[in-house]
């Protein structure tokens, strides 16, 4: 799933609740297309990135891996 500012890594999406991908999916996901040269990414809802796509990309596995791993559970 992508919006304007946000990459999500979910491995499936029931009607109520979406089930994230595990930290390592998650690397093992950028990781692979990293030596990929792409500047856009399209989602399944006519949601796009339409620019910087590769950097929204990264930072949002950061995000995401360091949520999974717990580094923010202090906040919630």
Known sequence: MVDAKHVYFYGKSTGTAHIPLS???????????????????????N???????KALLRASADRHVAWIRGDFDHLT
């Open 47 to 53: 949601n796009s990135v339409n620019a910087d796509a």
């Open 23 to 45: 930290g390592a999916v998650v690397e093992r996901i950028v990781t692979q297309l990293e030596p990929l040269r792409y500047d856009r990414i399209y989602g399944n809802f």
